[in-house]
Nanobody, 123 residues
């Protein structure tokens, strides 16, 4: 059973930075796609970034150049470095994973999901 636990959220002012972490247990990166999603109040889940088993990354347009997804296989940890944060980045952030050599875009297609960590950016 794959278990994901996020940490690192908090409250920052616009322009600030945060690094989210997602500790993964019970999985091997070789067969998984991992992603970071966020959900703002009243909105659907949005995939922010994802990384495939071969290390290829992809980002949603609104975070390009500001967010970086990475992983440390030795620590079984997925990261999301968030710089130049904006008030519109305020949301609950989740890490998620699914098996396979592709990356799904829909939240519902990710079999394994964490409980989330809140990010609040004030202006």
């Amino acid at each position: 059973q794959v278990h994901l636990v996020e940490s690192g959220g908090g409250s920052v002012q616009a322009g600030g930075s945060l690094r989210l972490s997602c500790t993964v247990s019970g999985a091997t990166y070789g067969t998984y796609c991992m992603g970071w999603f966020r959900q703002a109040p009243g909105k659907a889940h949005e995939r922010v970034a994802r990384i495939l088993h071969d290390g290829v990354t992809m980002y949603t347009v609104s975070v390009l150049g500001r967010f970086t997804i990475s992983r440390d296989k030795a620590k079984n940890t997925l990261y999301l470095q968030m710089n130049s944060l904006k008030p519109e980045d305020t949301a609950m952030y989740y890490c998620a994973a699914h098996e396979g050599d592709f990356c799904a875009s829909s939240w519902l297609e990710y079999k394994y999901r964490g409980q989330g960590t809140q990010v609040t950016v004030s202006s």
